[in-house]
């Protein structure tokens, strides 16, 4: 039994276990103001970081942490539906291919199904019961609690 309540930090690159709804949307809203923060000072620091030769290295020090956080909410968010992780690589792969290949208005239509998949473990509930990857995120707390 868990005797520890979970905090942001502590998670913050985590990719296994269940996160529940409200959890997913929260995380994903302060890391992404976390990253807008720290894209701010960065660029106070250092320049246009994403202009500047030298500053690229810069902006992959300031965007990865992030960028591997988003990715290990979004596959425990995944863990919670009861599917692996690496269904993360469907929607991530139409993305990158849409991006680097295709550079035209065709992108819209490519990028249509990552923000299906996006808003669908976004909205859907997850799984009532434990599964492969945890107990539900409920009663994991509630287990805590008592």
Request: hydrophobic content about 50%; charged content about 15%.
């Amino acid at each position: 039994m868990n005797t520890k309540p979970e905090f942001f930090l502590e998670k913050f690159f985590s990719f296994q276990g269940r996160l529940g709804r409200e959890k997913f949307l929260t995380y994903n809203i302060v890391t992404s103001l976390l990253l807008c923060v720290c894209y701010f000072f960065a660029n106070l620091v250092v320049g246009n970081i994403f202009q500047i030769r030298s500053g690229n290295f810069v902006a992959i020090l300031v965007v990865l942490p992030f960028f591997i956080s988003l990715l290990g909410l979004t596959v425990r968010r995944i863990h919670d539906l009861g599917f692996s992780g690496w269904l993360l690589l469907v929607p991530t792969g139409i993305s990158v291919f849409a991006i680097v290949f295709i550079r035209s208005s065709i992108f819209d239509i490519l990028s249509f199904p990552a923000i299906l998949f996006y808003l669908y473990i976004s909205i859907w509930p997850g799984q009532l019961h434990e599964n492969e990857y945890g107990v539900p995120p409920r009663e994991a707390k509630a287990n805590f609690s008592s």
